[in-house]
């Protein structure tokens, strides 16, 4: 591209930094949450420390065995780099973004241990948003990796079994 000026200018390649930028933002507003709600009966606390702490914990039993099976491949950058692989087995053989379905767990598990509805929200719209990305980093993915086209059809997206 050339400005008024004439001088040449190459438009920088989208590679997801965007996506990040609201990954960001999102787990920044999780941690600033404010309490919308008065505080939950004592019995519904220590229930949500309970299944809270072990929907955080599934969780991170995903995402944990995700990242390191990227290893150096690993970028926050949902664009594929062009050194990367294409992993089909471990966590990205029970679903296709064990990262992002791992953070949801987190966050929703984290929502109900600490008893704050405003972050059990932001855990759906989490869900909503990893949904999003891993949709826009699916597209470059088939273009990256033929093959991903056939794995799509036998590991679901985000939630084992279901979707």
């Known amino acids: 591209m050339i400005d008024a000026a004439g001088?040449?200018?190459?438009r920088r390649e989208d590679r997801g930094e965007a996506w990040v930028a609201a990954q960001v933002a999102l787990l920044l507003l999780f941690v600033a949450a404010p309490r919308w709600e008065g505080p939950?009966?004592?019995?519904?606390?220590?229930?949500?420390r309970r299944v809270g702490a072990s929907?955080?914990?599934?969780?991170?039993?995903?995402?944990?065995?995700?990242?390191?099976q990227l290893g150096r491949h690993l970028t926050a950058l949902p664009k594929p780099g062009p050194d990367a692989v294409l992993v089909q087995d471990g966590a990205y053989g029970i679903v296709r973004h064990p990262?992002?379905?791992?953070?949801t767990?987190?966050?929703?598990?984290?929502?109900?241990?600490?008893?704050?509805?405003?972050?059990v929200g932001l855990a759906l719209g989490a869900l909503a948003f990893f949904?999003?990305?891993a949709r826009r980093e699916e597209r470059w993915l088939?273009?990256?990796?033929?093959e991903y086209g056939a794995y799509r059809l036998h590991v679901r997206k985000l939630i084992p079994l279901l979707y």
């Open 7 to 10: 001088k040449r200018h190459t």
């Open 40 to 48: 939950w009966p004592a019995e519904y606390r220590k229930l949500g």
């Open 55 to 68: 929907i955080a914990l599934a969780g991170a039993a995903l995402m944990v065995p995700g990242l390191r």
């Open 99 to 103: 990262l992002y379905s791992g953070a």
């Open 105 to 119: 767990l987190v966050l929703l598990g984290g929502g109900l241990a600490t008893a704050r509805l405003s972050r």
């Open 131 to 133: 949904d999003a990305k």
């Open 142 to 146: 088939v273009e990256k990796f033929p």
